[in-house]
């Protein structure tokens, strides 16, 4: 599916409010760190960038997307669910007995490929999976969502070595870059900056974007892709922790606040 940039903005509005819905509903979920995601998730399954069968979500023809920072990804719910992964009847039941759709997915939801509670190993199961289908010689790809919080984590780089030593050319990192880890500013725990040039200094081509503007992130993930560059690609896609809820976007101890249903309406007009 590939839709144009006004129906691209469009559909992020909505996946925003239906975000917000959910937290309302479901206070558990970590809205924070998926209303900075809705962007990236949004040029993926509807910008032409990612190959999907709704009707089969383990087809072998489809591209593999990793969603490392799971907890981070609610905004993707929305998504899976219109473009028919599963009834979106079910959106109405996350994080409630008997439902799916839990606070940290996993594979049992048709679209994740992993298990995505623990943080830190995305990068490296997408790099095996990456590495897998090279030898297996098939021109699928496979996509990988991390936090920048997330690169906190030793295993990311370990991973982020073997990618480059092993010239993984279809394997492209997406970086929610939004300056926000759980408990402060990731620059006050562990600075990442300059993070493009350490992708490159492991052996990676890197490029940066604005994680809210569709049309220079699509740009920015599609020349990644089709860049000749012999080994792995890294976009960071510089968000706002929150997006979308002003509460949230200026508090660095948003990953861990909720927002009341009264905020959430608010936010939304009250409008499904």
């Given at each position: ?47 032409g960038l990612l190959r999907h069968n709704p009707a089969d979500p383990r087809d072998p023809a489809r591209d593999r997307l990793i969603v490392s920072k799971g907890h981070g990804s609610i905004s993707l719910y929305p998504i899976l669910a219109d473009r028919g992964f599963f009834p979106k009847e079910e959106l109405q039941r996350v994080c409630r007995p008997g439902s799916f759709l839990g606070g940290i997915p996993d594979p049992v939801i048709p679209g994740y490929e992993t298990v995505n509670g623990s943080l ?153």
């Open positions: 599916m590939n839709v144009n940039v006004e129906e691209l903005k469009e559909r992020a509005a909505r996946v925003r409010a239906e975000t917000l819905r959910i937290h309302a509903a479901a206070p558990e979920t970590r809205v924070a760190s998926s209303l900075s995601a809705v962007e990236i998730y949004v040029c993926l399954f509807y910008g830190g190993h995305g990068p490296g199961v997408g790099a095996g999976m990456a590495l897998a289908l090279k030898r297996h010689g098939s021109d699928r790809r496979v996509v990988v969502v991390t936090g920048d919080g997330e690169l906190h984590e030793g295993a990311v780089w370990e991973a982020f070595l073997f990618a480059a030593q092993h010239k993984l050319d279809n394997l492209v990192l997406i970086v929610d870059d939004n300056s926000r880890c759980m408990m402060d500013d990731t620059a006050r725990v562990v600075g990442l900056a300059p993070l493009a040039d350490k992708f490159r200094a492991f052996g990676w081509s890197a490029a940066e974007a604005d994680g809210h503007d569709v049309e220079a992130l699509r740009a920015a993930i599609g020349a990644a892709q089709a860049s000749d560059y012999p080994g792995p690609r890294a976009v960071i896609a510089h968000t706002v922790k929150g997006k979308g809820a002003p509460s949230l976007e200026g508090d660095p101890l948003c990953h861990v606040r909720t927002l009341t249903p009264q905020e959430v309406e608010e936010l939304t007009g009250g409008a499904p």
